[in-house]
């Protein structure tokens, strides 16, 4: 009697308490996620929905004008995922390895490491424009003390560095989040397989190599799919540095920046393109889910179990 | 081989980056305490004379003190939504058997891999629809449904980890479920609370995005999204500028300095299992 009392006042309990948080996901995650799948196969003018169009917005997102800007973009997307994984993912590991090593003062550096994670790109990107300023910026002024002159650039203006200059800044702001993803990896391995290496005589890089790089596939796999995601939806630094256009001339442009302009109209045509932008959107989603699903798959088949 | 594995060296890493992240701070709060001719004549000097006008002219022009407000409105209205929601629903999927438990489980994963940003149009119109463009409500709504899934989840974690004896001794003793999660469970899953107030709050506090689609009226701007008025508005005044960005970077690096630990588990509890 008394047993199924609790269950009836766990009933009630539980929708009390769940209702809340499921309702607000519901309408405010998964309705638009899936309206936004069916604007891209209808017409728009504006923000008012015309007739059942097929698949005529793909078409266009692949004619002239967006095609040549779609392709570009994507290569920038490409690009920029391959000098994050590159740089942020061995420069993470390498500090990581460091605090890993560190006796004393680990508490500090790894405060300092993380520090950038925790500012808004806003203040990031302002700072390194006041910073990376041709005239007034320390950098192109250090470059002038050291007697080569001819290095100073617009680094941000020059299409040939706006977009490296874009990759390093956004290394400066999140290096030390593989740093500590690989620190928690490194500090969850045990240290019975360090201690039987080195009374067999293995040298540290060896050690390194051999027993922990492999040991920390699991962190390589969450870092690479996060990298894979964050670079194939790069909005907010582009978008701070060069505007919604991708100045220099396109240089800075990206998949989500074209979405953005194609939703909501860019600076100098103030038209949108709700539907070819909804296309677009259905394209990045796609390419970041199934990236991410076959990734994380084909990477846990080199995790080893501890 | 040997001198790259050797202490000195890591050490040296160490020291390298530590340099290369914090300049680029140290220059931007040291250019915030100098006169605008002063720091154009020469960027690189020392703040030796401090120049705190500068902030009292964030203060007075800059619309600041409002961007600040309604920062702090939006981001602690998401938070106490997201921490209220996620503790009762954590509790539910996290302490009772029910049918469809696995199901609604699901539902909350698969909210995690939804871009928000890309549902943005239909939010957009959604909002326009229901009233809620150009309000802060509608934001917090829109912050919280996008936190939600990740904290639920976090939640249901930290309450499934503590021992079932504790709910049927309290109900042994009479509790009701409402008094076993407010009085027994909920102080044992704060550090839980901690971890999703980080990790839903700070990535809130930051956004310029949703603020940038979603709020059109001056007065309701936020921080973030207020800067990047700031920015146009001062472009040539270099001091109020540093001054401006400092400002806005401050309460974040302060309460970082406090809360280090908890700031790093926060942010990454999205990544790291357990």
Same mark, same amino acid.
């Given at each position: 009697?008394?047993?199924?009392?609790?269950?009836?006042?766990?009933?009630?309990?539980?929708?009390?308490?769940?209702?809340?948080?499921?309702?607000?996901?519901?309408?405010?995650?998964?309705?638009?996620?899936?309206?936004?799948?069916?604007?891209?196969?209808?017409?728009?003018?504006?923000?008012?929905?015309?007739?059942?169009?097929?698949?005529?917005?793909?078409?266009?997102?692949?004619?002239?004008?967006?095609?040549?800007?779609?392709?570009?973009?994507?290569?920038?997307?490409?690009?920029?995922?391959?000098?994050?994984?590159?740089?942020?993912?061995?420069?993470?590991?390498?500090?990581?390895?460091?605090?890993?090593?560190?006796?004393?003062?680990?508490?500090?550096?790894?405060?300092?490491?993380?520090?950038?994670?925790?500012?808004?790109?806003?203040?990031?990107?302002?700072?390194?424009?006041?910073?990376?300023?041709?005239?007034?910026?320390?950098?192109?002024?250090?470059?002038?003390?050291?007697?080569?002159?001819?290095?100073?650039?617009?680094?941000?203006?020059?299409?040939?560095?706006?977009?490296?200059?874009?990759?390093?800044?956004?290394?400066?702001?999140?290096?030390?989040?593989?740093?500590?993803?690989? =620190?928690?990896? !490194?500090? #969850?391995? @045990?240290?019975?397989? *360090?201690?039987?290496?080195?009374?067999? $005589? %293995?040298? /540290?890089?060896?050690?390194?190599?051999?027993? =922990?790089?492999? !040991?920390? #596939?699991? @962190?390589?796999?969450? *870092?690479?799919?996060?990298?894979?995601? $964050? %670079?194939? /939806?790069?909005?907010?630094?582009?978008?701070? =540095?060069?505007?919604?256009?991708?100045?220099?001339?396109?240089?800075?442009?990206?998949?989500?920046?074209?979405?953005?302009?194609?939703?909501?109209?860019?600076?100098?045509?103030?038209?949108?393109?709700?539907?070819?932008?909804?296309?677009?959107?259905?394209?990045?989603?796609?390419?970041?889910?199934?990236?991410?699903?076959?990734?994380?798959?084909?990477?846990?088949?080199?995790?080893?179990?501890? | 081989?040997?001198?790259?594995?050797?202490?000195?060296?890591?050490?040296?890493?160490?020291?390298?980056?530590?340099i290369v992240i914090l300049l680029p701070v140290l220059f931007l709060v040291n250019s915030s305490l100098r006169e605008t001719n002063d720091f154009a004549r020469t960027p690189l000097k020392l703040a030796t004379d401090p120049a705190w006008s500068n902030f009292a002219s964030v203060w007075q022009d800059g619309n600041f003190a409002i961007y600040l407000k309604n920062s702090i409105l939006v981001t602690g209205g998401s938070l106490i939504l997201i921490l209220v929601c996620a503790l009762g629903a954590g509790f539910v999927l996290g302490r009772y058997e029910f049918r469809g438990h696995s199901l609604i489980m699901a539902f909350v994963l698969s909210g995690m891999l939804v871009p928000a940003k890309l549902a943005i149009l239909p939010l957009f119109i959604q909002l326009k629809w229901m009233h809620l463009l150009n309000s802060h409500l509608g934001l917090i709504l829109v912050y919280a449904a996008g936190a939600l899934p990740a904290a639920i989840f976090i939640m249901s974690g930290f309450f499934?980890?503590?021992?079932?004896?504790?709910?049927?001794?309290?109900?042994?003793?009479?509790?009701?479920?409402?008094?076993?999660?407010?009085?027994?469970?909920?102080?044992?899953?704060?550090?839980?609370?901690?971890?999703?107030?980080?990790?839903?709050?700070?990535?809130?506090?930051?956004?310029?995005?949703?603020?940038?689609?979603?709020?059109?009226?001056?007065?309701?701007?936020?921080?973030?999204?207020?800067?990047?008025?700031?920015?146009?508005?001062?472009?040539?005044?270099?001091?109020?500028?540093?001054?401006?960005?400092?400002?806005?970077?401050?309460?974040?690096?302060?309460?970082?300095?406090?809360?280090?630990?908890?700031?790093?588990?926060?942010?990454?509890?999205?990544?790291?299992?357990?």
């Open positions: 009697m008394k047993l199924s009392g609790i269950k009836r006042e766990q009933r009630k309990f539980r929708w009390l308490l769940l209702s809340p948080g499921l309702l607000i996901i519901i309408i405010f995650t998964s309705v638009p996620a899936l309206t936004t799948l069916s604007y891209a196969f209808f017409e728009w003018k504006g923000f008012v929905r015309g007739s059942w169009a097929g698949f005529t917005n793909f078409e266009r997102l692949f004619t002239f004008p967006f095609r040549d800007q779609f392709f570009m973009a994507f290569r920038h997307n490409v690009l920029v995922f391959i000098g994050i994984m590159i740089l942020q993912t061995s420069l993470g590991l390498l500090i990581a390895y460091a605090l890993f090593n560190l006796q004393r003062g680990q508490r500090f550096f790894r405060t300092v490491t993380f520090l950038p994670v925790i500012f808004s790109l806003v203040i990031v990107g302002y700072m390194w424009q006041i910073i990376l300023d041709p005239y007034y910026g320390p950098i192109n002024l250090i470059v002038g003390e050291l007697g080569q002159p001819t290095w100073a650039r617009a680094w941000l203006g020059d299409t040939a560095t706006a977009l490296p200059t874009l990759v390093f800044i956004n290394l400066w702001r999140w290096v030390g989040f593989p740093a500590i993803i690989f =620190l928690a990896g !490194l500090n #969850a391995i @045990s240290t019975d397989y *360090i201690e039987a290496a080195r009374i067999d $005589g %293995a040298s /540290e890089g060896k050690i390194f190599r051999k027993i =922990l790089f492999p !040991l920390l #596939a699991p @962190s390589m796999t969450i *870092i690479t799919i996060l990298t894979f995601i $964050g %670079a194939f /939806e790069w909005f907010d630094l582009p978008y701070i =540095l060069g505007g919604s256009n991708g100045s220099p001339a396109g240089a800075t442009d990206t998949l989500a920046l074209m979405f953005y302009r194609l939703s909501f109209g860019s600076v100098d045509s103030g038209a949108n393109e709700v539907g070819v932008g909804s296309a677009l959107g259905v394209i990045i989603f796609t390419v970041v889910g199934v990236g991410a699903a076959v990734g994380s798959k084909l990477l846990r088949r080199r995790e080893v179990e501890m | 081989m040997k001198l790259f594995m050797s202490k000195t060296f890591f050490r040296g890493v160490l020291i390298v980056n530590a499934r980890s503590l021992p079932a004896d504790l709910d049927n001794a309290a109900r042994i003793d009479g509790a009701s479920e409402f008094q076993l999660l407010r009085r027994v469970l909920m102080p044992l899953v704060r550090p839980g609370l901690a971890i999703v107030a980080i990790y839903s709050a700070i990535p809130i506090w930051n956004d310029f995005f949703l603020p940038l689609v979603f709020l059109q009226d001056p007065e309701k701007k936020t921080i973030m999204q207020g800067l990047t008025m700031f920015f146009g508005q001062y472009s040539s005044q270099w001091g109020v500028l540093f001054a401006g960005l400092t400002m806005a970077a401050l309460p974040l690096i302060v309460l970082y300095l406090i809360l280090s630990e908890q700031f790093i588990k926060g942010l990454t509890a999205g990544a790291v299992k357990g």
